[in-house]
């Protein structure tokens, strides 16, 4: 999945384990579980067990959003791929419909007559042929 090339540009700008505690669990593996969750859909708790513990790559991946690593592995990774010319812009637009229920789209509601209110005037221009 992680080739050695790309390892070795995301490597250094992986955090450093903890001071105090517990070494982390070998971020490598775990970013391939996380590239493995969003790569294929699948819920959590069917990655695979070379992969390592789910709730490990799930609390990483968390982890990483709050303490700004994600941003800091993309930034550089663009800024190295910018400077290389070794990128392409691609825009995607999505044009996805959604649809509001019956009721909000101004369907009629039982019991209720349609018809003219009080307040409407027939025109008293001819009717279209």
């Not at 490990?56 to 991946?61: E, G, P, S, V």
């Not at 930034?75 to 190295?80: E, G, H, R, T, W």
């Not at 369907?107 to 409407?120: D, E, F, N, R, V």
Request: proline share 5%.
């Amino acid at each position: 999945m992680i080739t050695d090339a790309m390892w070795d540009r995301i490597e250094p700008l992986m955090p450093a384990d903890p001071v105090r505690g517990r070494r982390w669990a070998d971020h490598r593996r775990t970013l391939e579980a996380i590239a493995w969750k969003y790569r294929t859909g699948s819920p959590w708790r069917d990655l695979p067990d070379e992969l390592g513990s789910f709730q490990t790559a799930h609390k990483r991946l968390v982890r990483w959003a709050v303490d700004g690593t994600w941003e800091r592995v993309l930034a550089a990774l663009l800024a190295a791929a910018d400077g290389a010319d070794d990128i392409g812009r691609t825009a995607s637009v999505d044009s996805t419909v959604c649809r509001a229920h019956q009721h909000a789209a101004g369907a009629g509601k039982k019991g209720l007559q349609i018809g003219l209110s009080p307040m409407t005037m027939r025109s008293v221009a001819p009717a279209a042929a």
